[in-house]
């Protein structure tokens, strides 16, 4: 079975400084992993994903997020955040292609001026 | 491409009234659909999967005859709350399965911008 753990529900970081957001994942087959950000009232917007290959994965405003295996982890990083990166986000795991998505609690990051 | 709307995106209807949610894929052509609930600050609970021109599977407590879902076709899919009451308030969202297009395999998941349901 496949599970998602999304360490802070909370995460404050002032504008400009690095965005850390943490996910370790368990899945008994090589996963697809996810991240996916939510803005108030709307619905999820996909921010990146790794499938295969690089274990780096750039997706859109400025973040990306690693694979790491050993330590089963997909944590999203950005080096400057941004007022408008204050949002919802969720990562998520499936075990493969055609199986169902599984996500994380969600982690709320907030941006100080 | 892959953009997937909702409709309506907030309604407002009195206990004991149906309402009907729809869920399209705008650019692509999706199999597979799904229906998921949203409670304030929560993460989101699968409801049901949807599959073009069959019967939905429903997670473990989720009513089938209170949400009823259709995927008449490869582009639409619809949830319909019969009966509503207070407690059935909530935010809905669809997200419809497409290709990778690297790996051919269906794998990513674009999600609707959500409906807000409120039950009075």
């Known amino acids: 079975a496949q599970s998602v753990t999304q360490l802070g529900s909370h995460v404050s970081v002032s504008e400009g400084a690095l965005v850390l957001l943490r996910c370790n994942y368990s899945?008994?087959?090589?996963?697809?992993l996810f991240w996916y950000v939510q803005y108030p009232n709307q619905g999820l917007q996909l921010l990146l994903k790794?499938?295969?290959?690089?274990?780096l994965v750039k997706g859109i405003n400025g973040f990306e997020a690693e694979f790491k295996k050993s330590e089963t982890s997909f944590h999203l990083t950005k080096p400057s955040a941004h007022m408008s990166d204050a949002a919802e986000y969720f990562c998520?795991?499936?075990?493969?292609?055609?199986?169902?998505?599984?996500f994380g609690g969600g982690t709320r990051l907030m941006v100080k001026p | 491409g892959a953009v997937v709307s909702q409709h309506p995106s907030r309604v407002i209807c009195k206990s004991g009234t149906s309402v009907k949610i729809e869920c399209r894929s705008l650019?692509?052509?999706?199999?597979?659909m799904f229906w998921y609930r949203q409670f304030p600050k929560k993460s989101l609970m699968l409801m049901a999967t949807?599959?073009?021109?069959?019967?939905?599977?429903?997670e473990q407590g989720v009513e089938k005859d209170k949400f009823l879902i259709n995927h008449a076709s490869l582009t639409l899919s619809t949830l319909t709350v019969t009966s509503a009451h207070p407690e059935d308030s909530s935010f809905y969202i669809c997200?419809?399965?497409?290709?990778?297009?690297?790996?051919?395999?269906?794998?990513?998941?674009?999600f609707g911008p959500g409906t807000r349901l409120t039950v009075l």
């Open positions: 949807s599959n073009e021109g069959s019967k939905a599977t429903y």
């Open positions: 998520a795991v499936i075990e493969g292609a055609g199986n169902m998505l599984t």
């Open positions: 899945s008994s087959v090589p996963p697809y």
């Open positions: 650019d692509f052509q999706a199999t597979t």
């Open positions: 790794y499938t295969t290959g690089a274990t």
């Open positions: 997200s419809a399965r497409d290709l990778d297009r690297a790996s051919g395999r269906a794998d990513t998941q674009y």
